[in-house]
Structure formats: C-alpha cells, structure tokens
C-alpha cells in the first residue's frame, strides 16, 4: 500500500513546488504585508493565510529563475531576514500538507526543508500524528486511542477504519493526507484590507466610562477614515491590552458593511462588552476595520428609519467641519469629557 500511494504521489508531480511559508507568531500586520510583497517577487500565485503564513505554487517560477526549490527557498529566506528582519521558515513539498508539514518540523528560527516527490511516504511515515498539517489534538488523540500514534501507521490504516475513527470527510482526508495525497490547489488570495486606530491610557484604567468614551472616540477616527478613503468595513476586531502584557482580542462581523459611526459604534460597545472588563485594568485599544472594500460596491439600503437619516446628515456635516478645522473640531461630547 506504501508502494503504491508513492507511485501516485510521484506520479502525479515529480516536482517539488509548494512553498509553505511559516512567520514568527504575533507579527505585525504590516510586516506580514511586506513579508507577502516579498514573495510576490518570486510568484505571482501566493495565498495569504492570515496571521502568520502563506502558500506560494513554484511550477512557473522554477523555470522563470532557473533554479530548484530548495534554492528558492534559501534565497527568499536570506531576503526576508536581510530586508525585513524576519526568519521565516519554508516548507517546499509536491502539496499543500507535505509543504506545511515540512515547514513545522523546521527548528525556529527558521530553516528550509524540502521534501523530494519520491519519498514523501517515507519522510511523513516516522512523523507522530500531531505533527500532519490538518490533524488537530482531537483528532490525534483519537487516533492515538486506537494505537496509531505515526503518520506511516495512518498511513497503512485502512481508509474506512479512519473514517468511522474520525468522521467520513475528516477521516478521508487524513487516510489521504497520510499518504502525501492533497489535490488542493495554491489560489491567489491576499491579505483582506484593514485600518486600524489605537489609544493608549496614560495610566492603566479600572474605569468602565473612561474605557467606552476612549472607544467612542476610535469609533468616530475610524468611521471619518473609512468614509474620507470611500471605503466601507465589513467587520472590526477590537484588541484589549491588559496590565502585565496580557491581551485579549475578538473579530465580529457588521450585519451590511458600513463606516457609518452608529454602526460601528453598535458593534464596538457589544463587542467590548462580551469582554467581560470587570476588574481588568487596562493599557490600551486598537480597533480595526477589518474586509474593506469600496463603498461603491456595496449596495445602500433605502431607509424608512428619519431618525437614522437625521444622524447620517449631521455625520456628513461634521466631516465637513473635520476637512476645513481639523478631525478634533468636533465630535460626541464623551470624547471631549474622557479622562485618560
């Protein structure tokens, strides 16, 4: 059976070149955007996987740089430390999970591995269970229950005893997965649009008034940014910083994109208040716009609420004053009062 998944394997691509690219965990936003730019230098098939990864199909570039992977590889890694100050790690394999298996068996702070198309059975089989891209702790530790603590014991498991272990289409995949099979293919997909505003407390705050004015008030900054780009936001993350480093952060989706200030004010406060603050003595907030597209694409709804109207013409008035006085000329009297 290992005979045989090999052959499909290599015979299907004889060529290693799928990149997995693995950043240091917490990078900035916009240095995993520079890290992006960078491999676009190499392909132009490059898929973001947010916060910290990304996939780059090699087929073409290989010819283009007359090169092999591995050196790809090497060369993009010197590049990325040089210029951006990264260590990136780099998995190159014949698929997607071979690739991202490789780049998490890599030593921090970074390394190339590359896994050779004809023995990708052999290098997965001796790899624990966990380590198979896709396989999570749940899903490894039911396997482990069952004795298969090794990607070659999985791999020799027959595919329908994996999936009443796991479930039919979970267990399907890691029979496939096992063997090096993915046909998923590298698509294109870049970082979604964000912009972010940030307060940072003079003092760490206990006070739950001073909290919500201090997000009021990055409401209205990101509001007016969004509307002075032509942009609209399709979700926000607020990120929370606590005393003694911790932090603490949610995304939640607008039900229509907006950067209306009501809006996004709705969302923030319930967001903040899933928090559960209580005690919590905070440093700081970051909202950010999160899936911006333009405001032309999307469709405006015909409101019945002249209340709602009332509030987007007294919004279009106060971006005026903004443009000609200056964004703090104006703005909900809370913002004016906070204590920071």
């Given amino acids: 059976m290992a005979a045989e998944a090999r052959t499909r394997v290599s015979g299907e691509q004889r060529v290693s070149s799928v990149m997995h690219v693995r950043c240091p965990d917490r990078l900035p936003e916009d240095v995993f955007r520079q890290v992006l730019e960078l491999l676009a230098e190499f392909s132009p098939v490059v898929q973001a996987l947010p916060p910290s990864a990304a996939l780059v199909e090699l087929k073409g570039a290989l010819r283009y740089h007359g090169t092999d992977a591995r050196r790809l590889g090497e060369v993009l890694r010197v590049r990325a430390l040089s210029r951006l100050g990264v260590d990136v790690r780099v998995g190159i394999g014949p698929t997607i999970v071979v690739a991202a298996t490789a780049s998490g068996q890599i030593d921090a702070p970074g390394g190339v591995l590359a896994v050779d198309p004809d ?108 509307r002075a780009r032509g942009q609209v936001a399709r979700g926000l993350t607020l990120s929370l910083r606590f005393a003694g480093g911790t932090s603490w952060e949610k995304t939640r989706r607008l039900p229509e994109a907006s950067a209306h200030d009501d ?42 609420d002249q209340a709602r109207e009332d509030r987007l013409v007294a919004e279009a008035v106060s971006d005026r004053i903004r443009a000609k006085f200056g964004p703090g000329a104006i703005g909900p009297a809370a913002t004016f009062l906070r204590v920071s």
């Fill in 119 to 226: 023995h990708v059975v052999d290098w997965l089989g001796p790899l624990p269970v966990e380590a198979l891209h896709g396989i999570g702790p749940k899903h490894a530790a039911a396997l482990r229950e069952f004795g298969v603590h090794c990607v070659g014991l999985l791999a020799a498991v027959p595919p329908a005893t994996v999936q009443r272990l796991l479930g039919g289409r979970a267990g399907r995949m890691a029979a496939d997965r096992a063997r090096g099979i993915d046909p998923r293919p590298v698509a294109p997909r870049a970082l979604p649009a964000t912009t972010a505003v940030r307060h940072t407390f003079a003092q760490h705050t206990l006070d739950g008034a001073a909290v919500r004015a201090a997000l009021l008030d990055l409401v209205v900054q990101l509001a007016h940014q969004l």
């Fill in 263 to 304: 809006d996004l004010r709705t969302l923030a406060y319930r967001t903040v208040d899933a928090a559960g603050l209580q005690r919590g003595r905070l440093t700081g907030l970051v909202l950010k716009g999160e899936d911006l597209v333009d405001a032309v694409q999307v469709a405006q709804q015909i409101s019945l």
